[in-house]
């Protein structure tokens, strides 16, 4: 548990002296301009809570990459890398702290949705289901940093991963129906949203917005809940087992 | 003072050195299968906010919008590569070199401007194919559209770049702010009307506003001189941002000189 919490307070204190780390929270306001003005621009269109909450679902993925990025290529980059896995902290419990003091954060993306829809559009936001779309949240928070800990363990096996992070983010949104319903997807591509977290998060979190029941949100929520599960257990042991195969190999500051 | 045919001799190198640099940095197939990927899965994915609007118009609009966008995403990469001279210590030697640093700058990174014009054409042709938006003869010129929006929105990063000049660390968060300011902004989303007055001023001295706009005309077959004075008006704006940002470059290099910090990577 100490290990934990180490990982956040060592999260929490680079976010404090490098302010440039918080920048995801900078970007999230431009897209709720960008896709709420082109929904008011275009025609008589109701703006729908996807539009609406669409950025907080980028902003949980965007997030999720950054902490990978920073515990593995920042670490590299300074040369902490190797102290950081000689210290007798376990290297997984650190970053399972690190991960999830960022995902957290990723509800300040909600906060600047909500204020941004308020403030520039006149839209107020209702939750009309608040306890799914707490649960949703949470759930979500989970399956951020599980992915996290998989990206962690995917950075830290392959050199040179981290060029690819940021093409995976837009298929991944275009896939999980984050911005447009998956039914607008050619039909063999509708299946790959489903191992996809945010696929599942926005069925709880943009139903939560409608008036109308949300369709099968338990099964949403289990999903969110074992697919954060499977990532985070698939990410610790490969990390450990990276970790295991570099420290016999004496390469972990390469790459 | 230097020649023209000496300037030019500097730029050619300069240049060169820019793209010994990139091929270094990636290559080939990670700027294909990583970067040019991405950024058309970023133009279909705004565009395909068209879809659920249900309108074809709207489709229309955003995908020429965010395939033409494209070029001012990979111009402003510039920003951080700019500011990269300063944290490995090249700087010193730019400033004290008997040639223009400005010079140097601008030819260092001109392959952005051209990757982004083919990046932003290429991408203009799969969008209209995935959202079977039909293409006319006119397609030919828009190269020529994108190039001149792409050397406006150089100069514009130049100018971001030089306002960052002494707080290096600031390089991913300036080049951010600045190509979503184009991309919020600019007419690539939503129309410039729709914005209140004092955004639509603030979008009018931007670049890509008016050259989008250009090439919207073009692909409607709107007549020659339309889109000759929304290009003349982005080239004025490119020029404009150019003359602004040698001035903001020519005083932040005093600062760092009074200072006597240029060696220093700031922060």
Request: charged share 10%.
């Amino acid at each position: 548990m100490s290990d934990i919490l180490s990982g956040v307070v060592l999260q929490l204190r680079l976010f404090r002296r490098v302010p440039g780390n918080l920048l995801i929270f900078m970007t999230v306001p431009f897209f709720s301009l960008i896709f709420l003005s082109a929904a008011r621009s275009h025609g008589d269109h109701v703006v729908s809570p996807r539009e609406i909450l669409a950025p907080v679902l980028m902003g949980f993925w965007l997030v999720g990459c950054q902490i990978a990025e920073m515990v593995v290529s920042y670490e590299r980059a300074y040369g902490t890398l190797e102290i950081i896995v000689a210290a007798p902290a376990r290297f997984t419990w650190v970053v399972t702290g690190r991960v999830l003091t960022v995902a957290l954060l990723g509800i300040v993306t909600l906060l600047e949705v909500i204020v941004m829809s308020r403030v520039a559009f006149g839209i107020a936001v209702t939750v009309y289901h608040p306890t799914v779309f707490i649960l949703g949240l949470l759930a979500t928070i989970l399956a951020s940093a599980g992915t996290s800990t998989i990206m962690t363990a995917v950075f830290l096996a392959v050199r040179g991963a981290r060029r690819y992070v940021n093409t995976l983010g837009y298929p991944f949104y275009i896939l999980a129906g984050v911005l447009v319903p998956i039914t607008f997807l050619p039909s063999p591509l509708r299946p790959l949203a489903d191992p996809i977290y945010l696929y599942w998060s926005g069925n709880v979190l943009y139903g939560s917005l409608g008036r109308a029941s949300i369709r099968d949100p338990e099964l949403s929520l289990v999903m969110i809940v074992l697919l954060a599960c499977a990532s985070y257990a698939a990410g610790n042991l490969l990390i450990r087992k990276v970790i295991d195969r570099m420290r016999a190999s004496g390469e972990i500051g390469l790459g | 003072m230097t020649t023209w045919t000496q300037q030019w001799e500097f730029f050619a190198v300069s240049s060169r050195t820019g793209v010994a640099e990139f091929r270094t940095n990636t290559t080939w197939r990670r700027w294909l299968f990583g970067w040019l990927v991405r950024l058309i899965a970023q133009s279909i994915f705004f565009t395909s906010l068209g879809l659920s609007l249900g309108s074809k118009a709207a489709v229309d609009y955003l995908a020429i919008g965010n395939s033409v966008v494209l070029v001012c995403m990979e111009v402003v990469a510039v920003i951080p590569f700019m500011l990269n001279e300063r944290r490995t210590g090249a700087i010193s030697l730019h400033l004290v070199a008997p040639t223009s640093s400005i010079l140097a700058y601008l030819s260092r990174n001109i392959y952005c401007p051209i990757m982004g014009i083919f990046s932003s054409t290429f991408g203009l042709f799969v969008i209209a194919e995935v959202f079977r938006i039909p293409i006319n003869e006119t397609f030919v010129f828009v190269p020529l559209l994108i190039a001149l929006i792409g050397l406006s929105v150089y100069a514009y990063a130049f100018t971001v770049a030089a306002i960052a000049f002494n707080l290096p660390s600031l390089g991913m968060a300036a080049l951010n702010f600045s190509y979503l300011s184009i991309m919020t902004f600019c007419g690539v989303d939503a129309p410039v009307g729709y914005w209140p007055k004092a955004v639509r001023v603030i979008s009018d001295i931007f670049p890509v506003t008016h050259g989008l706009v250009a090439v919207r005309d073009l692909l409607g077959g709107m007549p020659a001189g339309t889109i000759s004075w929304n290009c003349l008006l982005e080239a004025i704006v490119g020029t404009g941002w150019l003359g602004l940002g040698s001035a903001i470059f020519y005083f932040s290099r005093y600062l760092a000189y009074r200072r006597g910090n240029i060696e220093v990577s700031a922060l």
